[in-house]
């Protein structure tokens, strides 16, 4: 597949969003851009959906296992491209404007390896920074190499900012342009690494290889982070937050780079869980609410959380590594 830039979507915690997130990527790049979506497991309505936009916006539909990690999917999908620059952008970020020729010309202007726009998020009503890239460095702590990571202005509002171009230490997994040479000189994405430590990863490898990474305001991207979840979502949710998995990604990369991680990332993390958790109690119940009797409402919402309770696990070791 040859072009200068193509774009590759994996999904991060959900497959509902993916519709909308590609529909606004085939909106807002220029014509004939490559557009790959690593597809592990969607069935049902997004199923139908993606068919039809590849049969309709020349979407290139790469169908995987369930459970594929997202690292593991995004190097599927980067098997297929030849371009110099590849976008990736998880299924739960919406791109808007001219994201991806401004991501461009910020890496040919800069030669940086990597380019990330400002992230934005909602939550519910509310717009706020997610990351403006990101401050990460490895300290010495006593003896212990401990992995000091943080977003920059997590939790700001956006127009209180104001943000100039340059270079940051890391970027976010929800979007960024890499240049596909340096990506394969570095190995590719790890797959064994934790999902919340996988642009972390990325950041320390490419760095490590001599590779700048550069924040371009210009361009923005919003996360959408769940809820809601609906009842379509709940098997690659429960693989992408089950408890074994994750301490597993996070002891590959307290082992890789020869750091103790202090789970900056924990309370996030554990919200996320709760709240998604919630939200698919409540939109599933939602449309059933006058037609059915209280003690059916409620064995519904126990069969919910029963089927999501390795999330909840999760969620309880998150705690407990924040307090140690």
Known sequence: MRHDTAVVVAPRDRHSPA????????????????????????RGRVRRQLNRMSATRGLHVFTLPPGTPGNAARNAALAHVTAKYVAFVENDTLVTGDWLTTLVAAAQRTGAAMVVPLLLQHEGDIQKVHAAGGEMRIVDDGGRRRLDTRPIDCGAAPDACRYAAGPVEAGEMHCLLIEREAL???????????????????????????????????????????????????????????????????????????????????????????????????????????????????????????????????????????RT
């Open 184 to 322: 394969l000189a570095v190995g590719g994405f790890d797959e064994r690494v934790a999902p919340t430590y996988d642009h972390v990863d990325l950041s320390l490898s490419l760095r490590a290889a001599g590779y700048a990474i550069h924040l371009e305001p210009a361009a923005r991207a919003v996360y959408l982070p769940p809820p809601p979840l609906t009842v379509g979502d709940i098997g690659h949710f429960r693989f992408q937050w089950s408890a074994a998995r994750h301490e597993a990604g996070i002891a590959r990369l307290e082992q890789k780079w020869d750091v103790a991680c202090d789970y900056p990332a924990a309370r996030i993390v554990e919200r996320r869980i709760r709240l998604a958790a919630d939200g698919l109690v409540l939109w599933a119940g939602a449309p059933l609410r006058p037609l059915l009797p209280l003690r059916v409402r409620r064995g519904i919402s126990r069969v919910l959380r029963g089927m999501l309770q390795p999330v909840t696990v999760l969620a309880r070791r998150l705690s407990e590594l924040r």
């Open 19 to 42: 519709p909308r997130i590609l529909q606004a990527i085939f909106d807002n790049v220029p014509a004939g851009t490559p557009v790959l979506y690593a597809d592990p497991g969607s």
